[in-house]
Every structure is written in structure tokens, then in C-alpha cells.
């Protein structure tokens, strides 16, 4: 296609988290060791391709993911906070299976509603800040390709908005694995395919 264009939104990779805790959008949690082998990893597997700006949110995660691949290219990273990882009521405390704050009655009410959810930012905004975002990515890369990293949450909802399916889902059926890669592909402004890869190990 003459006029194709391709986003590719990324996962960051493995994050320092010793402690257990959702960190969300806590400062501080930069890349473990593995993470930044996947954030080479990435690169590695975009290299070949035509991209002219590198977009991530600001948080220290994605950064440190982006900077693998904005310098295989010789771009700067840039920041867009509408790719940041989704605002969570728990964020700080441990909500691991079978322990943790989810265990705690005082914190009940935040869990009434799975469908906006009621202990985040709801879906549809999320849907709405990322797709934004993949717009001005996609507007600055017109016929050649752009890398938006972001967090899993905000992904996995963006690509269940553009794929027309409902936004509620069960997070333990996502296909949005660490430092992963959904591509989104576009003829003209019409989105024709979504591809999605997982190039780190």
C-alpha cells in the first residue's frame, strides 16, 4: 500500500519490583536486569524498519524501554503522558492472588463494578487518551512507521477499542506479553490490520 503507515505500541519491559506491589504510576521503577534484555531485544527486532519518531510514557519504565529503540535509529525519545499506564485506587499496595489489599474488607467498594472499571480510570478513557496518542504518532510517521511504548493495561484496551470488541476483560486473557509488539496498520487513515509479536525473550 502506497500510503500505509504503521504504529507499532509497545510493553515495556520486566520491571524492579523486589516488594510485590502494582506499582502504576509510582515513580522509581525503572527496568530489572531481564528488562533491559528485552529492551534490546525490541530494538533489535525493529531495527530493520522505517521509523522516524519514538513517542513513550513518561514514566521511568517506558523511557528506558524507548531508548534502545529510538537509538537504533538516531531519534530522541519522546514523551506523550497520554500513553501512561492506567491511575488504579491499589497502586503502592500488594494485590497478588490469595493476599494483599483485594483480601481487606475496607477496600470492597472499589471492587463493585468490573465493567468501568470501579478501582481505575475507566476503560473508555483509556481507550480514548491512547488512541489520541497513536493518532499523533501515526500523523508525524505518514507512509513510513512510529514506536509508541506504553504499559499493558492501556494497550490490550487500545487494541480491544480498534478491534470493536467490548473493553471489560479478564486481565489473565490479555495477549500482551513483556516488551511485546502490536502494530497497528493503516491505509490512509483506515486501520486494515493488527499484527502482534513477541520478540523478547
Not at 67 to 79: C, K, N, Q, S
Not at 99 to 128: K, M, V
Request: with cysteine.
Amino acid at each position: 500500500m502506497a500510503d500505509e503507515t504503521r504504529v507499532h505500541v509497545v510493553r515495556h519491559g520486566e520491571v524492579h519490583n523486589p516488594s510485590g506491589v502494582l506499582y502504576g504510576r509510582l515513580p522509581g521503577f525503572h527496568l530489572s536486569e531481564k528488562g533491559r534484555a528485552q529492551a534490546d531485544a525490541v530494538a533489535e527486532a525493529l531495527a530493520g524498519r522505517d521509523i522516524v519518531a519514538v513517542v513513550a510514557s513518561p514514566l521511568q519504565r517506558a523511557q528506558e524501554t524507548a531508548g534502545p529503540i529510538a537509538a537504533r535509529h538516531g531519534l530522541a525519545v519522546d514523551t506523550d503522558p497520554d500513553l501512561i499506564e492506567s491511575a488504579n485506587f491499589f497502586e503502592g499496595r500488594r494485590v497478588g492472588p490469595g493476599d494483599g489489599a483485594w483480601r481487606d474488607p475496607r477496600f470492597w467498594w472499589q471492587l463493585r463494578n468490573p465493567f468501568t472499571p470501579s478501582w481505575g480510570e475507566p476503560y473508555a478513557d483509556i481507550a480514548n487518551r491512547m488512541t489520541t496518542a497513536v493518532d499523533k504518532a501515526r500523523a508525524r510517521a505518514t507512509g513510513q512507521e512510529a514506536v509508541c511504548v506504553s504499559h499493558q493495561l492501556p494497550v490490550w484496551t487500545l487494541r480491544l477499542h480498534l478491534s470493536g470488541k467490548r473493553l471489560w476483560h479478564d486481565p489473565r486473557r490479555r495477549e500482551c506479553g513483556l516488551c511485546s509488539i502490536t502494530t497497528l496498520i493503516y491505509d490512509g487513515d483506515r486501520l486494515v490490520d493488527i499484527e502482534y509479536s513477541e520478540p523478547a525473550p
